[in-house]
């Protein structure tokens, strides 16, 4: 079956550090890949996404490329800001009817300045 | 900007009573979710609900595990006999049609199960 698999967390940066959040994935056919966000006290929240390989999501300064060859998705950004601290889900959708969302098990981002 | 909302935000319940989780979805979203999150662990997908019926379900989602569009805008999860294990944050989430593929999520309902 499908399955994501995420670097363990807690990560912890300074303000301004550079951020990698490692993702990879197992899937038949050609999922889309998702990066979620969950803010203390609150739900699941799109980050970014891409839907075929080569393809690169971006939002607010964040990037992750869908690359079939590794399968992966890692999540990047340049300058992370203290506003930053959450917890990132990487997640697949398959090609299902109901194209439900598999998910990893999340990696916390702690920002300090 | 449209958006789940879910209630109740947290309950507290005692091992073997009925809850009822309420979601209202985005209204013109025609795909349905619960996912539950136990604290420290990953999302889980518990089903899929679409055109007035079960499309998928997990292995987490036995017979004590239901759900239901009553009336058109509504969304509910009932567990019959609440268990410890079901102590879990659960979201509802919505999609629009099956070519997006983001899904929307409401903010959680928390359930303590004591």
């Known amino acids: 079956g499908n399955s994501v698999t995420q670097m363990e967390g807690p990560v912890t940066l300074s303000e301004e550090a550079f951020l990698t959040i490692n993702c990879t994935y197992t899937?038949?056919?050609?999922?889309?890949l998702f990066w979620y966000v969950q803010y203390p006290g609150e739900g699941l929240q799109l980050l970014l996404k891409?839907?075929?390989?080569?393809d690169k999501g971006s939002n607010k300064g964040f990037e992750a490329t869908y690359r079939k060859e590794t399968t992966s998705f890692h999540l990047e950004k340049g300058s992370v800001q203290v506003s930053d601290s959450a917890v990132y889900f990487c997640?697949?959708?398959?090609?299902?009817?109901?194209?439900?969302?598999?998910f990893g098990t999340g990696t916390r981002l702690q920002v300090t300045l | 900007e449209p958006e789940v909302t879910q209630t109740p935000s947290h309950q507290v319940t005692q091992m073997g009573q009925e809850v009822i989780l309420r979601c209202v979805p985005i209204?013109?979203?025609?795909?349905f979710y619960w996912y539950r999150q136990i604290l420290g662990q990953k999302v889980e997908f518990l089903v899929s609900?679409?055109?007035?019926?079960?499309?998928?379900k997990s292995e987490i989602f036995d017979d004590q595990f239901s759900v239901e569009r009553p009336d058109g805008s509504n969304f509910t999860l009932k567990i019959r006999s609440t268990k410890l294990e079901d102590s879990a944050m659960y979201f509802c989430?919505?999609?629009?049609?099956?070519?997006?593929?983001?899904?929307?999520f409401g903010e959680g309902s928390r359930l303590t199960v004591l």
């Open positions: 989430a919505s999609r629009r049609d099956r070519s997006t593929g983001e899904l929307f």
């Open positions: 899937a038949t056919g050609y999922p889309s």
């Open positions: 891409a839907t075929k390989a080569d």
């Open positions: 997640a697949l959708t398959d090609t299902g009817t109901a194209s439900k969302l598999t």
């Open positions: 209204s013109n979203h025609l795909y």
């Open positions: 609900f679409y055109n007035n019926e079960i499309s998928e």
